[in-house]
């Protein structure tokens, strides 16, 4: 058999058997996450790897075909020489092997820190992109030269007692024992005791490099498998032939059964590094009307001719087209009475301010919700004389889709933004402040974080808006900051201040600790004991602190004279995830832990009670301003109602409301949506896009363990309820495409 035939198969047959184990390593950690059947997730990411791997396999055959066209170095070959050298001439290849990878280490660390510095002082693209090019160059030049001047050296003092390939794994092994030493001193934005701790940033999620790694193990094979290829020899080549043909068989058969059970499509899509890439690859690859979804590989795609229909469009009720692929076309909206009723208005103060607070990150793990942890004493004992929400829910997992829409009084996809990550909201909308302060109010703010200076639109409508409190350095979507004393320290300021508190007024206050990098507090109890897990102590920590701070502030506003007529509301953006759904993070979907949120209503003169059914902070706008007296906008221009009924009358029946959450898709995350119905806690039905919907009876299931989508009947009726809230939204498209690189 020639060569130019026998390499290049052989190659992608040793391709494929990589991809086959590590579809097997993929599969059993995505199997246990997912409680997917272990079959059904190896054989949908095998299928999905083929076509990485056949590529794989080719190209590392081009590579070796045209560096060795006689194929003269084989592994025994290079043995061989390797074996003939001089003694000098092995030394000095054991030293360099065992120098260079900690040299190329150390010019990573010292370019990431140079980079680092150039972004801080900053400047526009033009200019920081060629002076980190050049620092880049320079890194790896005298790195280069540090180990051409130290080999020599070395090389004497290693002789002929260790070869190439022992100093090689001893100086990798150095290099990566020091890298992932400063992964684990960092923190996700590079911050630590030592210059690894640059290094720290890899362990962002977005920065997920096993995709890279096992890339490269099937390449790895394919070398294998194409230096292990021998002309002439068909039973070799024969074998690799039928290994390809029954990868391919893999693929064919998966294209449809994966479409038949989009679970295991889903399963793959959340939990298989490489494997939800290759899964994009291939709907990508089989979308045929190029509208983002195939007819195959679980896609959902019920017409792959009309972009018009797919599992992401919105179903037009009662034009008799299924759009949305869901097996029926939506009925149409049955006819709703006066949205919004005139309410009687409530028997409190009729000049209440408004001190709202909002903390970033907080789970709703706090003692007035039974939290066993001391975490929470300031705002346990406000809880204590005030309206508790038991179930209140944020519109989203992250700040940037979840604190704008709140004080707008829209989701997020409703409202007026650009499409990057932290979204810039436009003028065109209008927020909470700019409502109070054309009714009179003096508006104030005050905040920590970048995100929060005025080019994002969040100070819209404030008189004063102040950011003194905020880090110089403050750049990253995480920090190891403190500053929630500062922020208290802000807030008594302003209010301090007689002319901002001599008529009616609204201040709002967002605390930032909580959120991560987690920072120890001396002086805050030690919550380690009993804890699993090293991150939630510290998380409790900042909890801490930061109530012990927001303590101060409302023991300031409980000594003033307008502390009797001041209307406290603590809430706040998002929870986090620790461990659930092996997850540590928030920002990504819409489980229990990163969208339940603490929501505390302190009213003068109100009993304090308990609300136990479910509300959205959609409604958080509309029952402030009934409760200020503050009259509604017309019709439409919020999403939410005012529950000012079940703040100011505990003795009142407590309306049943559906929870909507709604994270468009941003450059770093895909479109998550959730809908909560029935009596409370309810069933929860999640879409992420595409044809796979996820259900679960938070009254039997508060984990969220156990999948009932498999229960047609009940996903039907969920979905025609979460079909019927998609139809109501006014809904205002992004493209985030244009903000993916930044």
Request: aromatic content about 8%; some cysteine; hydrophobic content about 45%.
């Amino acid at each position: 058999m020639k060569g130019w035939f026998a390499r290049p198969v052989s190659s992608v047959a040793g391709a494929l058997a990589g991809a086959g184990i590590v579809a097997l390593l993929e599969a059993l950690k995505t199997a246990r996450e997912w409680r997917a059947p272990l079959g059904n997730v190896a054989a949908g990411d095998v299928a999905v790897l083929v076509p990485i791997a056949t590529a794989a396999g080719l190209a590392v055959a081009a590579f070796a075909m045209v560096l060795d066209p006689g194929r003269r170095w084989t592994a025994h070959e290079v043995v061989a020489r390797a074996r003939a050298w001089s003694t000098e001439v092995r030394a000095r290849w054991a030293a360099a092997a065992l120098l260079a990878p900690p040299a190329a280490l150390g010019a990573i660390v010292v370019s990431a820190q140079l980079a680092r510095g150039l972004l801080a002082h900053g400047g526009g693209a033009w200019s920081v992109g060629p002076a980190m090019a050049l620092a880049s160059t320079a890194a790896l030049a005298l790195a280069a030269a540090a180990v051409a001047a130290a080999v020599p050296p070395a090389a004497r003092v290693f002789r002929d007692s260790v070869g190439p390939l022992a100093a090689g794994f001893c100086g990798t092994s150095f290099a990566l024992a020091c890298a992932c030493v400063g992964v684990r001193l960092g923190n996700a934005s590079g911050d630590g005791p030592t210059p690894l701790a640059i290094l720290g940033v890899l362990a962002r999620r977005e920065l997920d490099v096993s995709p890279v790694v096992l890339l490269a193990a099937i390449a790895l094979c394919a070398l294998l498998g194409e230096r292990a290829s021998r002309a002439g020899r068909w039973g070799r080549v024969v074998v690799a032939l039928g290994l390809v043909a029954a990868a391919w068989a893999i693929v064919v058969q998966q294209a449809t059964a994966l479409d038949e059970d989009p679970q295991t499509a889903h399963a793959i899509q959340l939990g298989a590094p490489l494997g939800r890439i290759g899964l994009a690859l291939a709907r990508r690859a089989t979308d045929r009307d190029h509208d983002g979804a195939s007819a195959y590989f679980g896609g959902g795609d019920c017409d792959d001719r009309d972009p018009r229909r797919n599992p992401d469009a919105v179903d037009i009720p009662g034009n008799g087209i299924d759009e949305d692929c869901s097996g029926a076309d939506l009925e149409p909206a049955r006819p709703v009475v006066a949205a919004r009723a005139a309410s009687a208005r409530p028997a409190v103060p009729r000049d209440l301010n408004l001190v709202l607070v909002t903390i970033d990150t907080l789970r709703i793990d706090l003692g007035f919700m039974g939290y066993p942890r001391p975490v929470s004493p300031n705002l346990d004992r406000l809880a204590s004389r005030s309206t508790v929400f038991e179930r209140a829910y944020a519109m989203a997992s992250y700040t940037g889709k979840s604190v704008g829409p709140t004080m707008i009084g829209r989701y997020p996809s409703e409202t007026f933004r650009d499409g990057a990550h932290f979204d810039t909201y436009f003028p065109e909308n209008t927020f909470l402040a700019e409502r109070l302060r054309d009714a009179g109010f003096r508006t104030m703010g005050a905040a920590s974080y970048w995100y929060f200076k005025p080019k994002y639109g969040l100070s819209q409508g404030m008189d004063m808006w102040d950011l003194s409190a905020m880090p110089p350095d403050s750049a990253a979507d995480v920090d190891s900051s403190v500053t929630s004393d500062k922020l208290a320290d802000v807030a008594i300021r302003l209010l301090s201040d007689p002319s901002n508190v001599s008529g009616r007024f609204f201040l709002w206050v967002h605390f930032f600790d909580p959120h991560a990098q987690y920072v120890p507090h001396p002086e805050a109890p030690s919550f380690a004991a009993g804890a699993k897990g090293w991150a939630k102590p510290l998380y409790d920590g900042e909890v801490w602190f930061t109530d012990h701070h927001l303590g101060r502030l409302l023991d300031f506003i409980a000594s003033r004279p307008w502390g009797a007529r001041t209307a406290i509301v603590v809430t706040a953006d998002h929870g986090e995830a620790f461990d659930e759904h092996g997850m540590n993070w928030h920002g990504v979907d819409l489980w229990e832990p990163i969208v339940r949120v603490p929501l505390v209503v302190y009213v003068p003169g109100v009993r304090p009670h308990r609300v136990k059914a479910r509300r959205s902070l959609v409604d958080l706008v509309p029952t402030l301003l009934d409760l200020l007296g503050v009259p509604q906008p017309p019709p439409g221009e919020l999403s939410g109602d005012s529950t000012v009924g079940a703040i100011v009358s505990p003795e009142a029946n407590v309306d049943e409301r559906d929870v909507f959450m709604d994270m468009p898709a941003g450059p770093q995350v895909s479109q998550h949506r959730a809908i909560i119905h029935g009596t409370t806690p309810g069933l929860k039905l999640m879409h992420e896009g595409g044809p796979v919907f996820l259900l679960f009876d938070l009254s039997r299931d508060p984990g969220e363990l156990e999948d009932l989508s498999r229960d047609r009947a009940a996903l039907a009726r969920m979905k025609e309820v979460y079909e019927d809230k998609l139809s109501s939204l006014h809904e205002i498209h992004v493209d985030p495409a244009p903000y993916e690189s930044r």
